[in-house]
């Protein structure tokens, strides 16, 4: 092989490289990560989202960008734990009977 394929392949490969998303998180955090955003998303839809729910999933986001997954996952669960509590509040008060 000639010097000039050599090099040029070389390029193809550090540009491809280059293009793929890099991800420090692992599998676990990732999914902890998506179930944290989808319990978000639920209880954002009944407009009855905690004050710190939202924190606690950004904080999930960084600590996986780190590579810090006992973290990561610990974080997004307590996200998605304030989540499903949150919506199972408000179906609690959508069901209280008020009345006297």
Not at 34 to 59: G, P, V
Not at 79 to 95: L, M, P
Request: net charge negative.
């Amino acid at each position: 092989m000639s010097k000039t394929v050599l090099i040029n392949t070389f390029i193809a490969a550090l540009f491809a490289a280059t293009s793929l998303p890099v991800s420090a998180a692992s599998d676990s955090a990732e999914k902890a990560i998506q179930a944290a955003e989808s319990a978000i998303a639920e209880a954002k839809a009944n407009n009855w989202i905690w004050r710190d729910t939202e924190k606690f999933l950004s904080e999930a986001k960084a600590a996986a960008d780190k590579g810090d997954d006992a973290a990561a996952v610990k974080l997004a669960d307590k996200a998605r734990g304030q989540a499903e509590i949150a919506v199972k509040q408000y179906e609690h008060e959508e069901n209280m009977d008020r009345s006297m």
